[in-house]
């Protein structure tokens, strides 16, 4: 697929202001889907973009970028991955593969998009000392470019040269390797949803993943279903303890009162 001029313009801009988003209104902050989503639909293929997406959900469920740490950006991983799968033509694997590598130089760069605005940030204070208040707002503006090209140069490569550079590696590249990148990005989604359960009490609530999983796997049940399910389920552990809760509070009143 040959991406047009306008599609560049527009997914480059997305993944700009995404990641200006990210670090201010926070409203879709790591929302891989909604991304992938609209890059698929402005490569005419709203599907598989809602496809990758939701594979690249589940492996950022968990993560969080905390204390000012640097993690994979997920959500730039999940658009690269659509357009790598749209404008190729290759399987969702590979494109989830490809997605994750840049995703993983996010990590990198916005480690270098920190550094500038620690620059920025002492170069606002010498301004603000100085009582130089119209340059210290030039200034800050700075910080928006820098993450957002953190982003936006990343997608603007693979819009440019992805897809033919991609292309033409996989014509050389033998076929076992590409299928172990198809492997590889079937597996990754379960490395994600295994890495949030390592900080749920799934020893404690282990029979209601045992249900959910009997109804995917066995029941063919959907997953919108199984949701509402665990969320019943959920809500109906959270009365009762607090119902316990409140009890005890009750009886330790009492036994104070006597």
Same mark, same amino acid.
């Given at each position: 697929?040959?991406?047009?001029?306008?599609?560049?313009?527009?997914?480059?801009?997305?993944?700009?202001?995404?990641?200006?988003?990210?670090?201010?209104?926070?409203?879709?902050?790591?929302?891989?889907?909604?991304?992938?989503?609209?890059?698929?639909?402005?490569?005419?293929?709203?599907?598989?973009?809602?496809?990758?997406?939701?594979? @690249?959900?589940?492996?950022?469920?968990?993560?969080?970028? =905390? %204390? /000012?740490?640097?993690? &994979?950006?997920?959500?730039? #991983? $999940?658009?690269?991955?659509?357009?790598?799968?749209?404008?190729?033509?290759?399987?969702?694997?590979?494109?989830?593969?490809?997605?994750?590598?840049?995703?993983?130089?996010?990590?990198?760069?916005?480690?270098?998009?920190?550094?500038?605005?620690?620059?920025?940030?002492?170069?606002?204070?010498?301004?603000?000392?100085?009582?130089?208040?119209?340059?210290?707002?030039?200034?800050?503006?700075?910080?928006?470019?820098?993450?957002?090209?953190?982003?936006?140069?990343?997608?603007?490569?693979?819009?440019?040269?992805?897809?033919?550079?991609?292309?033409?590696?996989?014509?050389? @590249?033998?076929?076992?390797?590409?299928?172990?990148?198809? =492997? %590889? /990005?079937?597996?990754? &989604?379960?490395?994600?949803? #295994? $890495?949030?359960?390592?900080?749920?009490?799934?020893?404690?609530?282990?029979?209601?993943?045992?249900?959910?999983?009997?109804?995917?796997?066995?029941?063919?049940?959907?997953?919108?279903?199984?949701?509402?399910?665990?969320?019943?389920?959920?809500?109906?552990?959270?009365?009762?303890?607090?119902?316990?809760?409140?009890?005890?509070?009750?009886?330790?009143?009492?036994?104070?009162?006597?």
């Amino acid at each position: 697929m040959q991406v047009a001029i306008w599609q560049v313009i527009v997914i480059t801009l997305i993944a700009f202001i995404y990641r200006i988003e990210r670090y201010g209104t926070q409203v879709n902050n790591y929302n891989a889907v909604l991304y992938a989503w609209i890059v698929g639909l402005i490569l005419g293929d709203g599907l598989t973009g809602l496809q990758v997406g939701s594979a @690249v959900q589940l492996m950022s469920l968990g993560v969080a970028a =905390i %204390a /000012g740490s640097s993690v &994979p950006d997920y959500p730039l #991983a $999940a658009m690269v991955g659509t357009v790598v799968t749209i404008v190729t033509g290759q399987d969702q694997g590979v494109g989830l593969a490809v997605g994750i590598a840049v995703g993983m130089l996010g990590v990198q760069l916005d480690v270098v998009a920190k550094v500038l605005n620690g620059f920025m940030a002492r170069k606002q204070l010498a301004y603000a000392q100085a009582g130089e208040y119209d340059k210290m707002k030039r200034v800050t503006f700075l910080g928006p470019l820098f993450y957002g090209l953190t982003d936006a140069l990343p997608m603007l490569i693979v819009l440019l040269f992805g897809g033919d550079a991609v292309n033409a590696i996989l014509t050389v @590249v033998p076929s076992w390797v590409t299928s172990g990148l198809s =492997i %590889a /990005g079937g597996l990754l &989604p379960v490395i994600g949803m #295994a $890495a949030l359960l390592s900080y749920m009490p799934l020893k404690q609530y282990a029979s209601y993943l045992v249900v959910g999983f009997a109804l995917s796997a066995y029941f063919g049940v959907g997953i919108l279903p199984i949701a509402m399910i665990g969320g019943a389920a959920a809500y109906e552990v959270y009365k009762h303890l607090t119902s316990t809760a409140v009890a005890n509070t009750a009886l330790e009143g009492g036994l104070e009162d006597e």
